[in-house]
T-cell receptor, first 114, second 116 residues
């Protein structure tokens, strides 16, 4: 069973461009979580999604950021008009459901905004 | 809101020795899970150990064990017989189900150096 896949692993964008980060959960997992890790910091929760539903987006900036987890295909975290402060590592995790206490993490996407 | 505090930004230990990493948390929930994650230079988050709050027995995984003090809201990680491969950032995390959501709240991490 393949682990959580994230791509790209590294992404460089110029200020004002759009960044799209993809996450394919483990097989059989219908819950996806996105976290952001700024340099020298711990991971911070951004958004929690189930298939076709956003359950909790309380950690996501109100502007420029959006997330989706469609019925088919990977979960997408989209950042519009990126700024230097968006440079960070973005981690996706998945789980089969709330009754499963463990979240399985992907390798992360390192976003650099120049 | 739930918070997790790791008061040791950096720690070092000699190979084969024992080291303890500290973590405290704040919550009003009665049932929850606590975790220690390891993040090596590859940045992959690796689950080291977990503890269910309703269990009084401290969790153990090989050379890794925890000292869980529920009343004190303390959750320290002990690494015995430290190995060079243990060098990494270690994050303490709390799992909350508040408000119908589910999320992990992480501390800022402790950088562990293992000296040969």
């Amino acid at each position: 069973n393949a682990g959580v896949m994230q791509n790209p692993r590294h992404l460089v964008r110029r200020r004002g461009q759009e960044a799209r980060l993809r996450c394919s959960p483990m097989k059989g997992h219908s819950h996806v979580y996105w976290y952001r890790q700024l340099p020298e910091e711990g991971l911070k929760f951004m958004v929690y999604l189930q298939k076709e539903n956003i359950i909790d987006e309380s950690g996501m900036p109100k502007e420029r950021f959006s997330a989706e987890f469609p019925k088919e295909g990977p979960s997408i975290l989209r950042i519009q008009q990126v700024v230097r402060g968006d440079s960070a590592a973005y981690f996706c995790a998945s789980s089969p459901g709330v009754s499963s206490y463990e979240q399985y993490f992907g390798p992360g996407t390192r976003l650099t905004v120049t | 809101a739930q918070t997790v505090t790791q008061s040791q930004p950096e720690m070092s230990v000699q190979e084969a020795e024992t080291v303890t990493l500290s973590c405290t948390y704040d919550t009003s929930e009665s049932d929850y899970y606590l975790f220690w994650y390891k993040q090596p230079p590859s940045r992959q988050m690796i689950l080291v150990i977990r503890q269910e709050a309703y269990k009084q027995q401290n969790a153990t995984e090989n050379r890794f064990s925890v000292n869980f003090q529920k009343a004190a809201k303390s959750f320290s990680l002990k690494i015995s017989d430290s190995q060079l491969g243990d060098a990494a950032m270690y994050f303490c995390a709390y799992r909350t189900l508040r408000g119908g959501s589910e999320k992990l709240v992480f501390g800022k991490g402790t950088k562990l150096t293992v000296n040969p």
